[in-house]
């Protein structure tokens, strides 16, 4: 099996940052996914190389080692050994114990260099004869809820695989976040641990606000009399109205802020960010007569 590129597996560049390799797994893990390509061997394979891909990129430890060492990279601590001690020749080869996260499949299914950890054995065994442990497959999920379902904790039940997960969703949680529930993943083989499961939050924003973080934003109209005169307002904000005052002579485009109306900060019970409001001012149409009338006359003042 030819040595696979973990870099144009994912499609990013070698000195693409921890998030983008995080982003470009996510993407291309959805794409492939065996619940959305069913049946399909060329996908099952793909999929398994983007994982293969993530479990090295996204550990730093593993990534440096991968970047110095290529598909020898698993010897890098011998390699490293060998330079430290002249009197320690060669490499030095040390098969028991090793596990690694895997996709799914038998070791086969691995690039040759994964392959060779175990010297070209049977699969579960190390090239001493000895049992290699596999770790269980990674589970990866997506998890669909509207804005205000996130606006506080919840708790929901999720069955995978037949089991049973009570997970509880905190407040705030972001849309594409992921977070990981260890050992719910694929069962271990030869006693090794099971697989986590990766459930990735789809948030979908129905309201009139616009959501960055803890913070909203929301655009609201105001009349041109007010705007010129004062006057007060209610404003919707997600726990209910508020009445707020409008100074006379507010300016198209001014912006308020309502401390701590806004969302949920994530895992800070009780802290909330903050609501910003973007006043437009409604020019009037349609106007009667006497309603034009009295802006001639206003214009006649020389009124700026």
């Known amino acids: 099996m030819d040595f696979i590129d973990y870099y144009k597996v994912l499609g990013v560049d070698k000195k693409a940052s921890t998030e983008e390799i995080k982003k470009a797994y996510r993407k291309l893990a959805r794409k492939y996914h065996p619940d959305l390509n069913p049946n399909d061997p060329e996908a099952e394979k793909n999929f398994k190389h983007v994982n293969e891909a993530n479990e090295v990129l996204s550990d730093p430890s593993k990534r440096r080692k991968y970047d110095e060492y290529g598909k020898d990279w698993q010897h890098a601590e011998e390699f490293e050994k060998a330079k430290r001690s002249r009197s320690q020749k060669g490499q030095q080869q040390n098969?028991?114990?090793?596990?690694?996260?895997?996709?799914?499949?038998?070791?086969?299914?691995?690039?040759?260099?994964?392959?060779?950890?175990?010297?070209?054995?049977?699969?579960?065994?190390?090239?001493?004869?000895?049992?290699?442990?596999?770790r269980?497959?990674?589970?990866?999920?997506?998890?669909?809820?509207?804005?205000?379902?996130?606006?506080?904790?919840?708790?929901?039940?999720?069955?995978?695989?037949?089991?049973?997960?009570?997970?509880?969703?905190?407040?705030?949680?972001?849309?594409?976040?992921?977070?990981?529930?260890?050992?719910?993943?694929?069962?271990?083989?030869?006693?090794?641990?099971?697989?986590?499961?990766?459930?990735?939050?789809?948030?979908?924003?129905?309201?009139?606000?616009?959501?960055?973080?803890?913070?909203?934003?929301?655009?609201?109209?105001?009349?041109?009399?007010?705007?010129?005169?004062?006057?007060?307002?209610?404003v919707e904000t997600l726990t209910g109205k508020v009445k707020l005052k409008i100074a006379a002579g507010t300016d198209n485009g001014t912006k308020v802020k309502l401390k701590g109306k806004g969302f949920p900060q994530y895992k800070k019970e009780g802290q909330f960010g903050d609501l910003y409001l973007t006043y437009t001012v409604k020019i009037p149409k349609n106007l009667t007569q006497e309603q034009k009338s009295l802006f001639e006359s206003l214009e006649k003042t020389n009124l700026t």
Do not use: C
């Open 136 to 234: 269980g497959q990674d589970y990866n999920a997506e998890l669909q809820l509207s804005l205000m379902d996130v606006y506080t904790t919840q708790k929901q039940t999720l069955t995978v695989n037949g089991k049973n997960i009570r997970l509880t969703i905190p407040a705030g949680i972001e849309d594409g976040q992921t977070i990981k529930i260890k050992g719910y993943g694929g069962s271990g083989i030869e006693g090794g641990p099971d697989g986590d499961l990766y459930i990735t939050f789809s948030i979908t924003n129905n309201t009139s606000f616009k959501r960055d973080g803890a913070n909203l934003y929301k655009t609201v109209e105001i009349p041109l009399v007010k705007a010129v005169l004062g006057g007060e307002t209610q």
């Open 95 to 134: 098969t028991s114990g090793y596990t690694y996260s895997r996709s799914g499949g038998s070791a086969q299914d691995f690039s040759d260099f994964f392959e060779s950890m175990f010297g070209g054995g049977s699969p579960g065994f190390g090239s001493a004869g000895q049992r290699v442990r596999f």
